[in-house]
T-cell receptor, first 116, second 117 residues
């Protein structure tokens, strides 16, 4: 157990619906990453937070995606008007702390999204 | 742009055999970090090892060892005396600077290891 939790673990939704995922990072870790992993591939970077500020967004993060981290604690990732191509595992990572250049990212169990 | 290549899609070995997983990377960064993660069937990514680009000393940790060759941009991972519980998908990852100056992980596509009893 890495200390990173994600909820829900599984989500099945119909195309066009909105979904929201939650990540609780390791306590007092001020940085947080979201990644997406499609079947048979490695995770791909989506976005990065330092405290409550979203400092980095991948080109993969279309305008249907929005992420927040109010008060620099837990984070949410929302997908609006889901499409079948959004079906993937969404992973949250909490770096080990210290300098950003030297940390190790610890991953939560992920939320597996299936869009029908 | 950074890239990580794991050419071995799937490897099958018999228990107690040694197995080496290959990883080749590309980066323009002069200081970077390399990782191996394990993803068992349960799906959670488990951190295994990390290596800094400025330290090419190879190490052994229990049944795991790694061979970092900066000259060939390779970071290979070896499991000695494999066990059935080692069956998983293994990912090599590179942490280097994005264009914005911040870091993120770039993963390879993974190697599925099956250890047969």
């Amino acid at each position: 157990d890495t200390g990173v939790s994600q909820d829900p673990r599984h989500k099945i939704t119909k195309r066009g619906q909105n979904v929201t995922f939650r990540c609780d990072p390791i306590s007092e870790h001020n940085r947080l990453y979201w990644y997406r992993q499609t079947l048979g591939q490695g995770p791909e970077f989506l976005t990065y937070f330092q405290n409550e500020a979203q400092l980095e967004k991948s080109r993969l993060l279309s305008d249907r995606f929005s992420a927040e981290r109010p008060k620099g604690s837990f984070s949410t990732l929302e997908i609006q008007r889901t499409e079948q191509g959004d079906s993937a595992m969404y992973l949250c990572a909490s770096p080990s702390g210290g300098a950003p250049s030297t940390d190790t990212q610890y991953f939560g169990p992920g939320t597996r999204l299936t869009v029908l | 742009a950074q890239k990580v290549t794991q050419a071995q899609t799937e490897i099958s070995v018999v228990e107690k055999e040694d197995v080496t997983l290959d990883c080749v990377y590309e980066t323009r960064d002069t200081t970077y970090y390399l990782f191996w993660y394990k993803q068992p069937p349960s799906g959670e990514l488990v951190f295994l090892i990390r290596r800094n680009s400025f330290d090419e000393q190879n190490e052994i940790s229990g049944r795991y060892s790694w061979n970092f060759q900066k000259s060939t941009s390779s970071f290979n991972f070896t499991i000695t005396a494999s066990q059935v519980v080692d069956s998983a998908v293994y990912f090599c990852a590179l942490s280097d600077l994005m264009d914005t100056g911040r870091r993120a992980l770039t993963f390879g596509s993974g190697t599925r290891l099956q250890v047969q009893p």
